[in-house]
């Protein structure tokens, strides 16, 4: 090799070692920037419950980049410790009435028994399913999932911390194992930053533990580790005859635990119109609940519970296997952060305010949904609704001016006692200018055909024509099939007439809805009816 060849080679080296590097730093420089691109998102979404996972879906499906953090399983509360779980385990109890009430239909069951692994079993297939339809669908819209706890920064950044513990413990599937040793569940190590040009807030709200409650107890639990307990209790107090309570009470009963259901009210389902309060109670003492009503729980440790009864004004002791609370809900967010934010926060339930209309809170970038928002009914139709509204207006959608309904006159919800109870609308105040009447099933031809004819349909509407409805309550064991046409009656603002004039197939339940629309008309052919004003 002569010299200039060396020189040359030398110089060649040197050039491709100037070139190498430049291609290093261009290297580096693009991997940096494809890191930064990897941690900035369109949208951030906190929480993967209802309201996470419909706005982040929703926002993907409309074009943008979205990354959503859970702290827990994916589908939130709703999907894997709350709403599906609870409605396995009570297709189970629903069974259990059929095969009670199978002689009226000529089937003679002389025994059964109840086998606890198996109703744990579907419930588990059931989450299971439910959880991997909303993994497939994020990963169909390459929706970046991170497992950690966030904590947002400020107004467009947020820090994902590594979990330090379950959400939920003392929690065991069919096998006895913790649900959260499975693929679906793989925390991240370390902090990473990520930033977003929106957040959505979707956290949803936890339990929380009234003052009363001995803390450590293990016979103390909330609704999630009565849902994953690993047997049926022998007896079982339940404090709260709210929705869970009677919830609880209905399913637990129809599983044959001895159940006592405390409530410090007058009534149970004390937001519900009384005549189907008073409904609910007859059919959960008819089942062999015992309800205590107007009674202060005082004290609560190792399955005693201490209460004062407010009529006698005396107090009495409650013995049991386990005592479930169904009070009581908190925040899942450090509101003082927050609020030291800039973020409108509502004291006196601690949840976020936010605009009905776009789901935005006082800072325009970041946006609330679901259970975590003042406004919220924390019924999963009110909860999905926000999580579109955002995703909507975050995108810019056009479409967004008819979903600006006000959702809380329009949510149907169900409160799955056996038969169940639904509801649509806000009962009106008793004026001039409102009408109550109450329709019942026991001249439905499927009702009768089926044997289902006890229940009823309590309708409020205009006095003024064309009759609409304002608000309708319904009991029966149809009843959440059944709202849904009136929460369509009254979203599209139909006249009653209206609804006369559509055909209905026959024999159903749902041609209930027609029945009880003539009624209201004075056209009824097979019903005489109750008119209450
Ligand atoms: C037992 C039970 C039964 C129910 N049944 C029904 C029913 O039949 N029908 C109905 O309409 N409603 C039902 N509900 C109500 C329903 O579950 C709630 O309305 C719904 O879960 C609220 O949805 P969400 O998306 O706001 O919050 P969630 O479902 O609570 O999801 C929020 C998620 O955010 C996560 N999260 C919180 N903070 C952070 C953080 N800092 N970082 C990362 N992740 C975080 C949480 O871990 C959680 O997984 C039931 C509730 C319970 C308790």
């Not at 692994?117 to 909303?134: F, G, T, W, Y």
């Not at 637990?252 to 519900?272: D, G």
């Not at 499927?446 to 509407?461: E, L, S, V, Y």
Request: proline share 3%; aromatic share 8%.
């Amino acid at each position: 090799m002569s010299t200039t060849d060396l020189i040359d080679t030398v110089e060649l080296s040197e050039n491709v070692s100037i070139d190498n590097e430049q291609d290093q730093s261009m290297d580096h420089n693009e991997e940096e920037q494809t890191q930064q691109e990897q941690y900035q998102f369109d949208v951030i979404v906190i929480g993967s419950g209802p309201g996470g996972y419909t706005s982040a879906i929703r926002c993907a499906q409309l074009g943008k980049s979205v990354a959503i953090i859970e702290r827990d399983l994916l589908g939130g509360h709703a999907v894997n410790w709350g709403c599906i779980p609870l409605n396995a385990m009570i297709a189970s109890a629903r069974f259990i009435r059929l095969i009670h009430e199978s002689v009226r239909y000529g089937i003679n069951i002389s025994s059964h028994r109840i086998d606890y692994l198996r109703i744990a079993r579907h419930r588990d297939e059931v989450v299971k399913k439910a959880r991997s339809q909303i993994k497939k669908f994020l990963e169909k819209y390459h929706i970046q999932v991170y497992t950690g706890v966030a904590n947002i920064i400020d107004k467009n950044h947020i820090i994902i911390k590594p979990i330090q513990k379950y959400t939920y413990i003392n929690v065991y599937d069919a096998d006895g194992r913790n649900p959260y040793e499975t693929d679906d569940y793989i925390p991240i190590r370390a902090d990473i930053e990520i930033s977003g040009k929106n957040i959505i807030i979707a956290s949803g709200i936890e339990y929380n533990f009234p003052n009363f409650v001995e803390t450590n107890d293990t016979k103390t639990i909330d609704p999630t580790q009565l849902l994953w307990h690993k047997n049926i209790p022998d007896s079982l107090i339940i404090i709260g005859g709210g929705v869970l309570g009677c919830e609880f009470a209905s399913l637990y009963r129809h599983l044959r635990s001895n159940i006592i259901l405390i409530e410090k009210n007058s009534r149970l389902l004390k937001f519900m119109d009384e005549q189907v309060s008073f409904a609910v109670e007859t059919r959960l003492k008819d089942i062999g609940v015992e309800i205590i009503l107007n009674a202060y729980v005082e004290r609560v440790s190792k399955g005693e519970v201490i209460i004062q009864l407010q009529q006698t004004n005396t107090k009495r002791t409650l013995l049991s296997s386990l005592v479930v609370i169904c009070t009581g809900r908190k925040s899942t967010f450090d509101y003082e952060n927050l609020q030291n934010l800039g973020i409108n926060i509502d004291q006196e339930h601690s949840t976020i305010i936010i605009n009905e209309n776009t789901c935005q809170t006082s800072i325009p970038t970041i946006y609330a949904c679901g259970g975590v928002v003042s406004s919220c009914w924390s019924w999963i139709p009110c909860v999905i609704h926000q999580g579109y509204l955002a995703a909507n207006r975050i995108s810019e959608y056009e479409d967004n001016s008819k979903s600006y309904i006000p959702i809380n006159l329009v949510t149907p919800f169900v409160i799955n006692v056996i038969p169940a109870v639904a509801s649509v609308g806000e009962v009106p105040k008793l004026t001039d200018d409102v009408l109550i009447y109450t329709f019942k099933f026991q001249s439905n031809q499927r009702a009768i055909i089926d044997n289902q004819t006890w229940g009823f349909i309590k309708m409020w509407t205009t006095r003024e024509e064309p009759k609409k409805f304002l608000a309708v309550q319904l009991v029966h064991e149809a009843a959440a099939e059944i709202i849904e046409y009136y929460s369509m009656i009254i979203s599209l603002n139909i006249p009653l007439r209206e609804i006369c004039l559509l055909p209905f197939a026959h024999p159903t339940y749902t041609e209930s809805v027609k029945e009880a629309c003539e009624y209201v008309l004075g056209q009824s052919m097979n019903y005489e009816g109750t008119y209450l004003n």
